[in-house]
């Protein structure tokens, strides 16, 4: 167990729909990572908050935005869902933003898109 | 900018002998490389790291991983497999900044 909990564990829903994904990052841990795992694409990074604030975007569309809360709990929300956006969501933390930390992951989010 | 590149989509290797997963990667400045691994249906564990010093760098269940700066490689071997390694390996790249690399990812396999 990483310590970083993610829910819901699956979800199915609708194009067109819009869906929150939520994270708790480790004890202590002040960043908070996204990122989209399909088949095809490999794992990409989607952005990444330190403390509240955002601190780096990958590729991370429009449709999507995210936010870290003050007690560093972080969501994901992806609207006018279409169906390439099924894929696993990640969410990971680490101590600092440095890159020198390694990344604890939660166990994902598994979204399927009809 | 800085890439990552793992060269094989998938590795085999039989129970007992010794595994190699390879790693590349292109970045300007002073690269942090890790490895981390996926079992099915799970996230990615963190494995091993290398940030500074002796290039060879030990880590979880066995598995080391020697910087090779001349050669910007970072291969993840083991002396001997198990069934158990059997997984999806990754590997990543940071020089410092906010963003990590992963690579596409190697599937072992390792045979009874």
């Known amino acids: 167990d990483s310590g970083v909990t993610q829910t819901p564990k699956h979800l199915i829903t609708a194009t067109g729909q819009r869906v929150t994904l939520r994270c708790s990052p480790r004890?202590?841990?002040?960043?908070v990572y996204w990122y989209q795992q399909s088949l095809d694409q490999g794992l990409q990074f989607l952005i990444q908050y330190y403390n509240g604030e955002e601190r780096a975007k990958g590729n991370i569309l429009e449709r999507f935005s995210a936010q870290q809360f003050p007690d560093l709990h972080s969501e994901l929300n992806l609207s006018s869902l279409e169906l390439g956006d099924s894929a696993l969501y990640f969410c990971?933390?680490?101590?600092?933003?440095?890159?020198?930390?390694?990344?604890?992951f939660g166990p994902g989010t598994r979204l399927t898109v009809l | 900018a800085q890439s990552v590149a793992q060269p094989e989509d998938q590795v085999n290797v039989a129970e007992g002998n010794p595994l190699t997963v390879k790693c590349t990667y292109s970045?300007?400045?002073?690269?942090?490389l890790f490895w981390y691994v996926q079992y099915p249906n799970r996230g990615l564990q963190f494995l091993l790291k290398?940030?500074?010093?002796?290039?060879l760098v030990k880590g979880s269940y066995g598995f080391e991983a020697e910087f090779n700066k001349s050669q910007t490689s970072f291969h993840l071997k083991k002396p001997s497999a198990l069934v158990s390694d059997s997984a999806l390996y990754f590997c990543a790249v940071n020089t410092g900044g906010f963003k990590t690399i992963f690579g596409a990812g190697t599937r072992l396999f390792v045979k009874a």
């Open positions: 990971a933390s680490s101590v600092g933003t440095s890159g020198i930390d390694e990344q604890f």
């Open positions: 290398y940030i500074t010093g002796d290039n």
């Open positions: 970045v300007s400045g002073n690269p942090y």
């Open positions: 004890s202590g841990d002040l960043s």
